[in-house]
């Protein structure tokens, strides 16, 4: 066997073994080659209905916007409820500390218990057929859920043999892949490089020949490319998935840069 294809072969197990479903957002771009392109999307009646109706916002902020900024605070993950009502469990995958994806197993409802991190509830009602999980058998999920991070981050480690980013411009770029999802502010990216916002804007400009923000915009548009090429996902999901928070900016910006709208660019490719 291929050492490319265990990250898949190592998913479907665990879902096997758990009946439940593997969401993976790969935050750097090192798994989606070698992964079913719907494992981007989360699933479920549930799921479905929450992020094709007017809460798909609440989806984005939680998933993303928010979720994504406190990975560091959760090495070990957790089990939360959504806004949609449904309890997940989530584990990063951090590689030299630094998050490279995460990994949802889902979706389920609780009786009796609450985990220890809730959203407030949307009008949503859960679908008949949703299965119960008890306190014990979610930790157990969310254990098996560890142990498969651990699997990936190996595989990532040893067959891909990435190496930490050393220069400037790497660093950058790095931070840039990592976090162009969400919504990492130049202040942010000083931080990381131990620089006031203000110097980092020229450090930037110096080391790659591009503003923050262009740097940031091309690595959404990549993005937003590989998921409407390799996705059924909505435009609207694929523009959140991709870091516009604005869907009617995602289109100004999609059709400036491809003479084309993110639909037509799509249909394009399966003509």
């Known amino acids: 066997m291929k050492m490319l294809d265990l990250p898949e072969l190592a998913i479907r197990n665990f879902e096997r ?19 079913d392109p719907g494992r981007s999307q989360h699933g479920g ?10 809460h798909v916002q609440r989806c984005w902020n939680f998933e993303v916007a928010r ?7 959760f090495p070990e993950g957790r089990i939360h409820r959504c806004h949609a009502g449904l309890i997940e469990c989530v584990a990063p995958i951090l590689l030299r500390n630094e998050p490279i994806a995460v990994l ?14 809730i959203e407030p509830r949307s ?6 057929g949703t299965p119960v999980v008890t306190r014990e058998r979610a930790e157990t999920c969310l254990e098996a859920l560890r142990q498969l991070g651990a699997r990936l981050l190996h595989w990532v480690d040893h067959e891909l043999v990435p190496t930490a980013p050393r220069t400037r411009e790497e660093r950058i770029h790095s931070f840039i892949q990592a976090h162009h ?13 131990s620089l006031s916002p203000s110097r980092t804007a020229h450090v930037v400009r110096e080391a790659t020949g591009h503003s923050y923000s262009e740097l940031l915009v091309n690595a959404r548009l990549q993005t937003a490319c590989y998921l409407l090429q390799h996705s059924d996902l909505p435009i609207i999901e694929v523009a959140m998935r991709s870091g516009f928070a604005d869907v ?24």
């Open 123 to 128: 009008p949503i009602p859960i679908p008949k």
């Open 67 to 73: 979720f994504r900024t406190q990975l560091r605070q």
């Open 104 to 117: 949802f197993a889902g979706q389920m409802q609780a009786t009796r218990w609450t985990p220890d991190h």
């Open 248 to 271: 009617s900016r995602f289109h100004k910006v999609f059709k400036r840069r491809f003479s084309s709208s993110p639909q037509a660019w799509r249909e394009q490719l399966s003509s």
């Open 181 to 193: 999802t969400g919504s990492p502010t130049l202040d942010l990216l000083g931080r990381h490089l």
């Open 17 to 35: 073994l758990t009946n439940l479903r593997v969401c993976v957002h790969d935050l750097v771009g090192r798994f989606a080659p070698v992964l």
């Open 45 to 54: 009646p549930l799921c479905l209905a929450a992020k094709t109706g007017p």
